[in-house]
């Protein structure tokens, strides 16, 4: 029997001190609820559930941010809405005024609402915005860049892979013109309505696709893209549309707002006669009675032939006689078809007992009449009837009330004075010279969808200002500016369709990504708790076991320390 080192002591306490640290642990998973608390419960373990944790709160913020760009592309699309509404209004109006019951002072008054809305789509895509951003204004469009300032990349689409391309050459030509009405040019009166027009013409698509710089023409280790062999060229006013397949489109606008050198800038000046625009109401007069035509029935064209010279000196108006003068309808073959028919029709209503028909039609160049023969048809062996007039522009009249019998000069009643200037940027036979497209693939809003770098989805809203959708000074105020105006604003209906479905289709995909975020989530942290969370069942069947370990060490101390007493009973 020793009494210095109880070893029985020792052994009772350490295992107490075993059994202890097993209850402490058992109680901290109980109440925490958590299997590894301390990365000595399980190092590898808790190494592992960091990063699932990260990855669990990351898609809780990545759900979040999708379902934020859900309401982008809402608010984007609620807006596009109201633009369509308003481009079919404007589509209604243009229809309207195309139709020929209107008068000029009527398209005046419909070219009014069509400026105030061309004003609120303007405003509606500069102040759309969501969390203070414009959407509509193109900050969130593909950023394109040139190296000259009189070329821009107005958009391109997701098929175009970022990178720099080159065209070698293109032209184009700027007219300027200023149109005079009769009291302006003939008359020289301050009076006289004078406006003025701006236009582009760009070169024919062929000489721009043949400048196009392609893959095959491309060097290897020159950091640049080709546009794709077999792309194809659209040529709409100053725009230029670069399209391939795969969804591969580029548009270019082109103007002169820097100035080019003087080698590539010729300028001329063209001078034009329109000499239908006079005859909007046409009133053939004579002791018999009038007749009133509109110019869509009666279309009278003055043909200069080999003197068109003439009279284009303002000082020096061609008078009559009219050298080489004729009149048609439609095609000089045929003459004056259709007015005689019209005349047939006016006979026949004169009389309506007796059915005429026209049998000639002559004009004398010197005094301007215009003599008609009618037969009876039922007595076309009988003498020809004849009937003369004149021509005269309704309300242009003497100050005695009769027609003016100078009218006939109104065939100058529109003049066109046009200054042509022929842009030309680069050069075929210098690459030097190219122009080079820098389409950076930047500028669409990313959407953080996943808790990784790179998992974002790019939303790419182009500008939607009228001048993109190309209906930027509209004009309606006359029945030939009416009719291209439908198909105008029918290709904007059309540009705006197709960049609402792609905003609809971001919406799709995005509500598919947030499904997903919710299903991984989900069993992510599934897997989360199984590594962290404790049994409880379990937990609980190795609390109870190691609290009896517990009890039974300390009473197993207890009697290991009152061993050594038992000395005492060998010294009495």
Not at 255 to 276: F, K, L, R
Not at 534 to 545: G, I, L, R
Request: proline fraction near 2%; aromatic fraction near 6%.
């Amino acid at each position: 029997m020793r009494i210095n080192y109880n070893i029985s002591s020792i052994i009772a306490r350490n295992e107490l001190n075993i059994n202890n640290n097993r209850l402490s642990a058992s109680i901290q998973r109980l109440s925490s609820g958590y299997k590894i608390n301390s990365a000595a419960d399980d190092a590898a373990g808790l190494a592992i559930s960091i990063k699932m944790n990260a990855q669990i709160k990351s898609l809780e913020q990545a759900n979040k941010n999708a379902n934020d760009g859900i309401s982008v592309v809402n608010t984007a699309d609620g807006a596009m809405s109201e633009m369509h509404d308003i481009l079919q209004r404007m589509n209604e109006l243009a229809i309207q005024s195309a139709n020929g019951t209107n008068s000029d002072g009527d398209r005046e008054q419909i070219q009014l609402e069509i400026d105030q809305l061309v004003q609120e789509l303007d405003r509606i895509a500069e102040t759309t915005q969501f969390n203070a951003q414009n959407l509509l204004d193109g900050s969130f469009a593909y950023k394109g860049y040139t190296n000259t300032e009189n070329i821009k990349v107005m958009s391109y689409s997701d098929g175009v892979l970022s990178g720099t391309y080159s065209i070698k050459q293109l032209s184009y030509y700027h007219y300027e013109d200023t149109i005079k009405d009769h009291a302006a040019y003939i008359e020289n009166s301050p009076e006289g309505e004078v406006t003025h027009e701006d236009s582009y013409e760009v070169a024919s698509a062929d000489d721009i696709k043949a400048a196009l710089v392609t893959d095959d023409q491309i060097t290897a280790g020159e950091g640049m893209r080709g546009f794709p062999d077999g792309a194809k060229v659209i040529v709409k006013d100053e725009n230029v549309i670069i399209e391939a397949e795969n969804d591969f489109q580029v548009k270019l606008s082109l103007n002169d707002n820097m100035a080019i050198d003087g080698s590539g800038v010729t300028t001329t000046s063209v001078t034009t006669y329109i000499t239908t625009d006079c005859y909007k109401n046409i009133t053939v007069t004579n002791q018999e009675g009038t007749i009133k035509y509109n110019v869509s029935e009666l279309n009278i064209i003055k043909d200069w032939g080999d003197n068109k010279a003439m009279g284009k000196d303002p000082a020096n108006p061609p008078v009559a006689p009219y050298p080489k003068v004729s009149y048609h309808t439609g095609s000089e073959e045929e003459g004056l078809r259709h007015l005689t028919e019209d005349f047939a029709k006016y006979f026949n209503t004169l009389n309506p007992d007796v059915e005429y028909t026209v049998t000639s039609c002559a004009v004398n160049e010197t005094t301007g009449d215009i003599t008609i023969g009618y037969k009876d048809v039922e007595n076309m062996a009988g003498a020809e009837e004849t009937y003369t007039f004149k021509l005269f522009q309704e309300g242009k009249k003497n100050l005695n009330g009769t027609p003016d019998p100078t009218e006939l000069k109104d065939s100058l009643h529109t003049h066109t004075d046009t200054v042509k200037t022929e842009y030309k940027v680069g050069d075929m036979n210098d690459n030097t010279q190219n122009i080079n497209l820098n389409l950076t693939g930047m500028g669409p809003m990313r959407i953080q969808v996943g808790a990784n770098e790179g998992q974002v989805i790019q939303i790419e809203i182009p500008s939607l200002g009228t001048e993109y959708l190309g209906v930027d000074g509209l004009n309606i105020t006359t029945e030939e500016k009416a009719t291209e105006a439908i198909d105008v604003i029918t290709e904007a209906i059309d540009y705006l369709s197709g960049i609402r479905s792609k905003v609809g289709a971001y919406c799709n995909r995005i509500e598919h990504t947030v499904t997903n975020l919710d299903v991984t989530e989900e069993n992510m942290t599934a897997s989360y708790s199984r590594i962290m969370d404790v049994d409880m069942a379990k937990e609980m069947t190795e609390y109870s076991t190691v609290q009896v370990l517990v009890e039974s060490s300390t009473a197993m101390l207890a009697q290991a320390n009152e061993r050594p007493q038992s000395v005492l009973q060998l010294l009495q």
